[in-house]
Nanobody, 114 residues
Framework: QVQLVESGGGLVQPGGSLRLSCAAS????????MAWYRQAPGKQRELVAV???????NYAESVKGRFTISRDNAKKSVYLQMTSLKPEDTAVYYC????????WGQGTQVTVSS
């Protein structure tokens, strides 16, 4: 059974940067598509970025040019580099693995505030 553990969240000032990490257990990471979602208070969960097993990426319009998703199959990890952070990026960020279903991490809080 796959488990995902996110890390790297925290409090950052507007304009700052953070790097989120998501470590997976199990043996299917390299053949799985991975994604980052986020959920702000009172809002629905939304897709932030996707990376396929082959390394293709796609981003929400709101984060294009500021966020970068990447993966390291040897480390069974996916990353989200976030730059030029804005208060509206404040949310709980979730890692998701898709392979014959979906597996979610527990989430990590990102707060952008001065």
């Amino acid at each position: 059974q796959v488990q995902l553990v996110e890390s790297g969240g925290g409090l950052v000032q507007p304009g700052g940067s953070l790097r989120l990490s998501c470590a997976a257990s199990g043996s299917i990471f390299s053949i799985s598509n991975m994604a980052w979602y986020r959920q702000a208070p009172g809002k629905q969960r939304e897709l932030v970025a996707v990376i396929t097993s082959g390394g293709l990426t796609n981003y929400a319009e709101s984060v294009k040019g500021r966020f970068t998703i990447s993966r390291d199959n040897a480390k069974k990890s996916v990353y989200l580099q976030m730059t030029s952070l804005k208060p509206e990026d404040t949310a709980v960020y979730y890692c998701m693995l898709r392979w014959l279903g979906e597996t979610w991490g527990q989430g990590t809080q990102v707060t952008v505030s001065s």
